[in-house]
């Protein structure tokens, strides 16, 4: 429920067996998930500082990393479609989002602002590689909303042709944008 650890001023970890049972939690509120307390993830005996979303996952929940403030990177599967409220929010120590298909990113559907972890980070990796010239990949027709917000590394965006619909805010607070290029 909403304040199911309010008041748990001691507590220092979460740990978890099930990762991808912890990204489907239904968290109703920041104070539901205890790590808004203990900003400590850990999977079993291990501290996660690099997270790695378990392939398979399709949705993370709402709230359900907020806080976790050990976490330095987050890994996405081409699994995840969806991504809840403040999913990230809190997250102080996020410094890195990494993605494997740049074209499935573009289709994943984000709450809020804050439910994209590049509102924390603000650093796009594909792969290993640190994105400042975005190539959106031919036979992308939508760009969901919020899907680079708050993307600081990224300096130039080039789209194909074929591309219909640009969400709301799908580049918002791009601060080293400085060129975009649209084919028609």
């Known amino acids: 429920e909403n304040t199911a650890f309010e008041g748990c001023v001691n ?9 991808a049972g912890w990204c489907g939690l239904p968290f109703s509120t920041a104070a539901a998930n205890p790590l808004s307390i203990a900003h400590e993830l850990y999977v079993g005996d291990t501290q996660i500082t690099d997270l790695v979303i378990p392939e398979g996952v399709q949705a993370v ?6 806080g976790a403030t050990n ?14 409220n403040a999913a990230f929010e809190g997250c102080k120590n996020l410094k890195k989002v ?7 990113w573009c ?6 602002a804050s439910a994209n972890p590049l509102a924390v ?8 590689a640190r994105i400042t010239e975005l190539d959106i990949p031919e036979g992308v ?5 919020y899907a680079f917000s708050g993307a600081t590394n990224i300096q130039q965006v080039a789209m194909p042709e074929g591309i219909v619909s640009i969400g709301n805010w799908a580049f918002s607070d791009c601060s080293g944008l400085v060129s975009v290029d649209l084919q028609s």
């Not at 976490?71 to 809840?84: D, E, N, Q, W, Y």
């Not at 027709?141 to 909303?145: A, F, G, H, N, P």
């Open 11 to 19: 507590l220092r970890k979460v740990v978890v067996s099930d990762l």
């Open 61 to 66: 929940g709402n709230y359900a990393f907020y």
């Open 71 to 84: 976490l330095a990177s987050v890994s996405f599967p081409v699994s995840v479609t969806s991504v809840g």
């Open 98 to 104: 990494i993605v494997s298909d740049l074209a499935r």
């Open 107 to 112: 289709g994943v559907s984000f709450a809020t």
């Open 121 to 128: 980070a603000h650093e796009l990796y594909v792969g290993d």
């Open 141 to 145: 027709q939508t760009i969901r909303s």
